[in-house]
């Protein structure tokens, strides 16, 4: 069966760093697109970082441009989003996506994508 887990979450002071991971099973990650959404309190949900299972080329939304990397260890079938210089604005859960039909991911359209992780909360605050 095919499933995302995820972990990494947790409290962060504004401007320090935290590591989100995302395992599957029951496929091999390398061949989908991949996507990091998140969910702040009151808003809608809003991509933030995506792989192209095209090309292997990476997208990151302004607001995170600089500050985060996503990242995908074949060897693991896990994808990872490294968060630095965190802002209280950065405050939400954070999902990992996958989408086999998504040939451009940074559309992020929630609906193009097939399996999803179970969210991590990521709270920035002192």
């Known amino acids: 069966q095919v499933q995302l887990v995820e972990s990494g979450g947790g409290l962060v002071q504004p401007g320090g760093s935290r590591r989100l991971s995302c395992v599957a099973s029951?496929?091999?990650?390398?061949?989908?697109?991949i996507a990091w959404f998140r969910q702040a309190p009151e808003k809608e949900r809003e991509g933030v970082s995506c792989i192209n299972s095209s090309d292997d080329s990476i997208d990151y939304v302004d607001s995170v441009k600089g500050r985060f990397t996503i990242s995908r260890d074949s060897a693991k079938n896990t994808v990872y989003l490294q968060m630095n210089s965190l802002k209280p604005e950065d405050t939400a859960v954070y999902y990992c996506?996958?989408?086999?039909?998504?040939?451009?991911?940074?559309?992020?359209?929630?609906?193009?994508?097939?399996?999803w992780g179970q969210g991590t909360q990521v709270t920035v605050s002192s």
């Open positions: 029951g496929f091999t990650l390398d061949y989908y697109s």
């Open positions: 996506a996958i989408s086999r039909g998504a040939y451009y991911c940074q559309n992020y359209s929630p609906y193009e994508y097939d399996y």
